[in-house]
């Protein structure tokens, strides 16, 4: 769905307007996209890989190390993403989705984006559906997982806060506040505490060192999972798929639960 309609101090917060087309930023808000086609889902997690694989600071020697250095990529990356995503307030949610409400809102989110986060993992699943997208060379199994990962992760963020949304406890605070907010929420499964926060300071900051263990815990957990979808093209794109989709659904229902309990103390 478009995000072009979301009102324009949302846009300039998340600075999800300043990014280029190209870049992995851009890429990965993209991804979050569930009616994103099959063919600009595959180039966009193809951006994703070469940068995994390829870069300067993050190149392929390092994905040998084994898969800490892959979370590594990875958690680096949503830090840089997270206070960049496009978050819908809630009057954007209920047009986009026939002005729901409440529960039934909060469950067409979930769904929305277990089906992103599957359509996700079909593609990376599928090794030869982002070979064209990026040097076959760089398309290794743990540059693929942490791309793959890092676009799952994403989708999932956005789910949170939207969520919050529909809660009537949006997160609050700079884009470098709320993405370490939401970072730290995914982390525990559960609804935004800003008592898990440093306050002040950049987003690693903020997050501090013990946050920052459980996020690479958490990104090695879901990682390791998620290697025994690389596999032939069908099988391991719907194994992917699958796994993905529960694990988002797992996720939101968990968070949706937790906001109903006491949204209020979320704020």
């Not at 600075?15 to 280029?20: E, K, L």
């Not at 800003?194 to 060192?209: C, F, K, M, Q």
């Not at 194994?239 to 979320?266: F, H, M, S, W």
């Amino acid at each position: 769905m478009p995000e072009t309609d979301q009102p324009a101090e949302n846009r300039a917060d998340d600075h999800s307007g300043d990014q280029a087309p190209g870049d992995v930023s851009g890429a990965v808000s993209r991804l979050t996209d569930a009616d994103l086609g099959a063919g600009e889902r595959a180039r966009l997690l193809g951006t994703v890989a070469a940068s995994a694989g390829g870069g300067q600071r993050s190149g392929i020697r390092r994905f040998v190390m084994g898969p800490r250095a892959a979370a590594h990529w990875a958690q680096e990356t949503l830090l840089d993403i997270a206070p960049r995503l496009p978050i819908r307030d809630l009057d954007t949610l209920r047009r986009h989705h026939g002005g729901k409400s409440g529960d039934e809102l909060a469950d067409a989110l979930i769904k929305s984006a277990s089906r992103a986060a599957a359509a996700i993992g079909a593609a990376g699943g599928g090794v030869a559906s982002v070979e064209w997208a990026a040097p076959p060379t760089l398309l290794t199994a743990p540059v693929l997982i942490a791309a793959e990962t890092v676009g799952v992760v994403a989708v999932e963020l956005k789910l949170i806060a939207e969520l919050h949304e529909v809660y009537g406890s949006p997160v609050r605070g700079s884009a470098t506040e709320k993405g370490a907010a939401l970072l730290g929420a995914w982390a525990h499964r559960r609804g935004v505490s800003l008592s898990l926060l440093n306050p002040g300071g950049g987003l690693t900051t903020i997050l501090g060192a013990g946050m920052r263990k459980e996020l690479q815990k958490r990104l090695i957990k879901r990682m390791g999972r998620n290697l025994t979808s690389i596999g032939p093209l069908l099988t391991g794109a719907a194994v992917a798929a699958e796994l993905n989709r529960r694990a988002t659904r797992g996720l939101g229902e968990a968070i949706r639960d937790d906001l109903r309990k006491a949204p209020r103390q979320l704020r």
